[in-house]
């Protein structure tokens, strides 16, 4: 939750900026369009999942299956660039979809996995994000939070938990040294950051007066795997310490190093929501989180079991490792700055 003051400071200078920005536009400069357009792209991270109300509505005939909900940071950006606008007003187009890859950006179809009130027959594929947003020579900003699903970072955590029922399991160990059909997790990163250039060579293709604004991801997990209780399901259950700790710095830390190597590459603005968020992980006090462990709080529409996995067992919805609003807001904080910025200059 952001706090009282710092919003106060935050909104003086953003308004600033704003009024600046107006008073050095010549007379008529804004001329080619009303509004500035702005898409924001990528992943759960980005769509929102559990926080706020459903987008599009429950019951609402245009649902996808993506789960971008009212506030996801895209949202919270929103309302504050409506009320505080950057000289003229901002268009959001959020085609954020839960599960995206980065192939799901640009070059491939999606067919979406929500959990929630889903057809008898499936989710329709949806084209890539792309061209869902309609990005063109008159989009302004393109924001873009994906990455970890093409790890997949949700599917190694999943093996950290699996490995970490047993004795001797090390997930560090698997991925370290795969068995046969699985990568390395060098392999991954690798692999991670050419698709990540080959996203963002399309994006700019598709938007080239575009500024795009890339969004690294949070401190999930502590400092210190020890911190962690392993019998609870609200944070990182039974993966080993040691492992949470392999987690943070060879996984996750990398990850975040990929995105703002090819970004840098590309000339882009990367935003950096991993300091702010330290000390916020999933095995902090359920007041102090930012992300929801395993198990947590989420709204009434989100589901207590997927799978085998049953977190009504303890009271709580599955959320596996998900920002909550409080952490949405700390990335809102972020990127709306980045926003304002960019369409500064």
Known sequence: ?????????????TVGLALAASALLPAGSAGAADQYEWAALGD????GGFVGDPLPALGDASRDGCDRTTDAYPGLIQRELDEFPPGKL???TNVSCGNATIMNIATEQQTPISP??????GWTAVDTQIKRAGLNENTDVVTIGV?????PFGGMLLKCLEEGASVTGSCREYYTNPPEGEESIEAKLARVQDEYIQMLAEVHQAAPNAKVITVGYPAVLPEDGSACNRLALTELSLIKHADVDWLREDVLKQLNTTIQRVTNFFG???????????????????DTKWVEGICGDAADYWPTKVGKLNCGLVGKRVTL????????????????????IALLN
Do not use: K, W
């Not at 759960?44 to 769509?47: H, V």
């Not at 929630?116 to 027959?121: E, G, T």
């Open 1 to 13: 939750m952001r706090h009282p003051v710092s919003r106060l400071r935050f909104r003086a200078l």
């Open 44 to 47: 759960s991270y980005t769509a």
């Open 90 to 92: 901002v268009n959001l």
């Open 116 to 121: 929630v009130q889903p057809p008898a027959d």
């Open 147 to 151: 990455g970890g699903n093409s790890l």
């Open 268 to 286: 882009d603005r990367y935003v950096d929501v991993y300091s702010s968020s330290v000390g916020h992980d999933a095995c902090q006090p359920a």
């Open 321 to 340: 490792v998900h920002p909550n609003e409080a952490g949405h807001q700390n990335t809102a904080n972020h990127v709306e700055r980045a926003i304002r």
